[in-house]
């Protein structure tokens, strides 16, 4: 899925999923190095390697920057911290927006609550470590991505991807 961009009048807004630096770091254009929880391009750190870091990444581009978005079109390091309270209220701070405000820029981009797009970033994440992480046990993979019981997490990602966390990874090995 590309990336999402929503422009209203006067504001513009990026979902950023990586897949211009994915893409670049691919095809050779992009000389780069991470370290990531999972969340980012790069290698995977341990669990209790910086745990208030989410990722961290250097990238060195040696000639034109021909593709992404704007906001990649640079050099430099990038280092994203786990600070976020993930609750509404948590979130709309962040943004520094009103609790009403955020819920509704957040349905108007990606046409869910702001909590259903929580989850689903987060599903789509325990999706990637389920197949990237096989000696991870699933709750620990729940837990990492944010949910509070391993119940939890195999009622949403069975409505999610119509079988359970262990039969996923099966059949994406």
């Not at 581009?61 to 609750?87: P, S």
């Not at 797009?117 to 000696?135: D, H």
Request: charged share 20%.
């Amino acid at each position: 899925m590309p990336d999402l961009i929503y422009r209203s009048t006067a504001d513009r807004f990026a979902v950023d999923r990586c897949l211009p630096q994915r893409s670049a770091i691919e095809a050779g254009k992009v000389g780069f190095h991470g370290l990531s929880h999972g969340h980012y391009p790069g290698t995977l750190m341990p669990e209790d390697m910086l745990p208030g870091v989410a990722s961290m990444g250097f990238f060195d581009v040696a000639d034109e920057q021909d593709w992404g978005m704007e906001e990649h079109r640079n050099e430099g390091i990038e280092i994203c911290l786990q600070e976020i309270v993930w609750t509404l209220d948590g979130m709309a701070e962040i943004c520094g927006m009103g609790r009403s405000a955020f819920s509704g820029y957040c349905h108007e981009l990606t046409n869910v609550s702001p909590i259903d797009y929580l989850n689903r970033c987060r599903l789509e994440s325990a999706a990637r470590q389920l197949v990237s992480q096989p000696e991870a046990s699933i709750t620990a993979i729940a837990l990492d991505c944010g949910f509070s019981s391993s119940q939890y997490f195999c009622r949403r990602f069975k409505a999610r991807y119509g079988m359970t966390p262990r039969a996923w990874r099966t059949n994406q090995a």
